[in-house]
């Protein structure tokens, strides 16, 4: 198993510079006060793809040679993983194929259709997305870039944490969504060595919580196909992963769908930022564990804004 380093994310950080965003901060006093916590909210929903996925996948494209590249790129997601690889892609000018869960949001599946990236679709299970993968990977010869476990995409993931620490002058914790674990292996990664006195908090729904019984467990606990509102945390983590998260991570909380949606509109309202439900589960976690985190100044990554205006989680039938 290939570890990232601390150099790996800086190397990514000078390949993807001239592609990617460097996202703003928010703060809001009102979400201050009804915490207790000086909140800073790190808007990679910004990302022109709408997410911070843009960054590892970004680095994978980027960092392949000239004959790996000719064959193009492939992977599965639920979504922005594939829409950030397509944009990758497309600003390489190499093809991109992707197998996406038939269940995934339109919104997610148009985004990638629009940055060139060719769709497979599968069954919402994990099963079924990785064998639906070996076939197209295997017809299309592409170089698979792994949503997660990936230390390619790993390093570029922790390029967020670095630009997040320059931008606050530094934080007691950083709180960010876990699905499969790139986001929070990225953050340890960076922080371990950039700011180690900094404690990675990870946020999951509860209705898909196999990161906090896996970290509570001490080994891997993979569900195949959970089912909650945040849609883009439904994998399980892999190896890669598990080692950052189970030798970095200060603690896993989780919420409800209910809470997930709540903290959504909080966002939406008092940041006027477009969140996706998978990045409103960090707020949620503080909100509904205020001791763990008062008077502190804690980190929240929006990991992500693509949203099916059409189809908010709080709209009736």
């Known amino acids: 198993m290939l570890i990232p380093t601390y150099e790996d994310m800086l190397a990514a950080h000078e390949r993807i510079r001239p592609h990617i965003r460097q996202t703003p901060v928010r703060t809001s006093d009102y979400l201050n006060e009804l915490s207790g916590a000086q909140l800073f909210f ?31 790129v492939a992977t599965h997601s639920s979504g922005n993983h594939a829409s950030c690889l397509s944009y990758a892609a497309m600003l390489r000018g190499i ?7 038939r269940t995934a949001p339109q919104a997610k599946k148009d985004t990638v259709r629009r ?27 592409g170089d698979f870039v792994h949503p ?11 390029t967020c944490a670095r630009e997040f620490v320059e931008q606050t002058g530094g934080l007691d914790m950083v709180v960010a969504p876990i699905g499969g674990g790139g986001m929070i292996s990225g953050t340890c990664l960076t922080l371990s060595t950039l700011a180690p ?3 990675v908090i990870a946020a999951e729904p509860e209705q898909a ?12 606990i993979a569900d195949d196909a959970p089912k909650t509102i945040a849609d883009g945390l439904l994998v399980p983590l892999k190896e890669l992963t598990w080692h950052f998260v189970s030798n970095h991570v200060s603690e896993i909380y989780t919420a409800s769908d209910q809470e997930i949606i709540d903290a959504m509109k909080l966002v939406w309202k008092h940041l ?40 908010l989680p709080w709209m009736k039938g």
Do not use: H, W
């Open 42 to 72: 790190k808007c990679e929903n910004f990302q022109e793809p709408g997410a911070f996925k843009v960054r590892g996948a970004t680095n994978a494209v980027f960092g392949l040679t000239d004959a790996q590249a000719k064959k193009g």
């Open 197 to 199: 006195e900094t404690q």
């Open 209 to 220: 919580d196999d990161a906090y019984r896996s970290f509570k467990a001490g080994y891997i």
């Open 95 to 101: 093809p991109c194929n992707v197998v996406m869960p």
């Open 272 to 311: 006027r930022v477009v969140m996706e439900p998978s990045s409103a589960v960090p707020l949620a976690v503080v909100l509904k564990n205020p001791e763990a985190f008062r008077a502190k100044r804690v980190g929240l990554i929006i990991t992500g804004g693509n949203v099916d205006l059409d189809k």
């Open 148 to 158: 997660y476990n990936d230390p390619r995409v790993i390093a570029g993931q922790g």
């Open 115 to 141: 940055y060139g990236g060719v769709i497979t679709e599968c069954e919402p299970s994990t099963s079924s997305r990785e064998a639906t993968f070996a076939e197209v990977q295997a017809r299309t010869g």
